[in-house]
Nanobody, 118 residues
Framework: QVQLQESGPGLVKPSQTLSLTCTVSGDSISTNPVYWSWIRQPPGKGLEWIGHIFYTGSTHYSPSLKSRTSISRDTSKNQFTLQLSSVTPEDTAVYYC??????????WGQGTQVTVSS
């Protein structure tokens, strides 16, 4: 059974860096040839793809967020991490990690609320 679990601060101040970790169990982020994605849903809006990391470690980001986004991984812990810099209140959202490319995700974490506020 594949499970993903997001973790990280629920409150981030404007201009700071949002950092979230996704812990994966039941699969390997470094051997299974799939993408591992970060997706978010702002209040009252639809899902927005942020980016993904391939099992090789290569990354790809949404053009609209690319300048502020970094996705990395710790294969020893089977975790991958999202960092989003210079956050504003518009970055307030429920953040999800998932297995699979955008539109093809088959397993999702439960999501974690992140609020950007001073």
């Amino acid at each position: 059974q594949v499970q993903l679990q997001e973790s990280g601060p629920g409150l981030v101040k404007p201009s700071q860096t949002l950092s979230l970790t996704c812990t994966v169990s039941g699969d390997s982020i470094s051997t299974n040839p799939v993408y591992w994605s970060w997706i978010r849903q702002p209040p009252g809006k639809g899902l927005e793809w942020i980016g993904h990391i391939f099992y090789t470690g290569s990354t790809h980001y949404s053009p609209s967020l690319k300048s502020r986004t970094s996705i990395s991984r710790d294969t020893s812990k089977n975790q991958f991490t999202l960092q989003l810099s210079s956050v504003t209140p518009e970055d307030t959202a429920v953040y999800y990690c998932s297995r699979g490319a955008w539109g093809w995700s088959d397993y999702w974490g439960q999501g974690t609320q992140v609020t950007v506020s001073s």
